[in-house]
T-cell receptor, first 113, second 111 residues
Framework: NAGVMQNPRHLVRRRGQEARLRCSPM?????VYWYRQLPEEGLKFMVY????????ESGMPKERFSAEFPKEGPSILRIQQVVRGDSAAYFC???????????FGSGTQLSVL | RKEVEQDPGPFNVPEGATVAFNCTYS??????FFWYRQDCRKEPKLLMS???SGNEDGRFTAQLNRASQYISLLIRDSKLSDSATYLC????????????FGTGTRLKVLA
């Protein structure tokens, strides 16, 4: 049973470009969470999705950021027109249900030049 | 007040020592609680869930105090490999069951 798969592991973008981060949850998990972590800081909740639905996006900036979890395929976190402040580690986690244990992917390190 | 608060440390302890961390949470509607471990630049990994009656897993003991709204983690007989950041996680029933992470407590076990 493969774990949570995130790709790419490292992503380099120039200011103004788009970044697409992918996350495939563990088999049987229908709940996906995205977190952002800056160096020396904690994980900040961004968005919680179930298949085809955004449940809670209260931690995600209203502009430039969007997330989806389609019926088929991985969850995508999309950042448009990236700025240097978007540089961070982005972790995806999945769970089989509400209040269940979270399992994390190995993260995507985004660097904006 | 932060939703989940932890002492950032670092806690520097010798091998074999017993060390304890606390974590306070502000929302009494919190449903479930966990301790995760994060090594530098890596993903958080589940250490243990925290149950109302308290629970133990080898050298690790977790406890929950709902009245005072805190959870604790006790590590006995510390090993060098226990050096990491320990994250307290609270699952909030704010209508959407999102998981809120503390900023973590850094532990360094010294030889």
């Amino acid at each position: 049973n493969a774990g949570v798969m995130q790709n790419p592991r490292h992503l380099v973008r120039r200011r103004g470009q788009e970044a697409r981060l992918r996350c495939s949850p563990m088999k049987g998990h229908s709940h996906v969470y995205w977190y952002r972590q800056l160096p020396e800081e904690g994980l900040k909740f961004m968005v919680y999705l179930q298949k085809e639905n955004i449940i809670d996006e209260s931690g995600m900036p209203k502009e430039r950021f969007s997330a989806e979890f389609p019926k088929e395929g991985p969850s995508i976190l999309r950042i448009q027109q990236v700025v240097r402040g978007d540089s961070a580690a982005y972790f995806c986690a999945s769970s089989p249900g509400q209040s269940e244990k979270l399992f994390f992917g190995s993260g995507t390190q985004l660097s904006v030049l | 007040r932060k939703e989940v608060e932890q002492d950032p440390g670092p806690f520097n302890v010798p091998e074999g020592a017993t060390v304890a961390f606390n974590c306070t949470y502000s929302n009494s509607a919190s449903q479930s609680f966990f301790w995760y471990r994060q090594d530098c630049r890596k993903e958080p990994k589940l250490l243990m869930s925290v149950y109302s009656s308290g629970n133990e897993d080898g050298r690790f003991t977790a406890q929950l105090n709902r009245a005072s709204q805190y959870i604790s983690l006790l590590i006995r007989d510390s090993k060098l490999s226990d050096s990491a950041t320990y994250l307290c996680v609270v699952n909030l029933d704010s209508g959407t069951y999102k998981y809120i992470f503390g900023t973590g407590t850094r532990l360094k076990v010294l030889a």
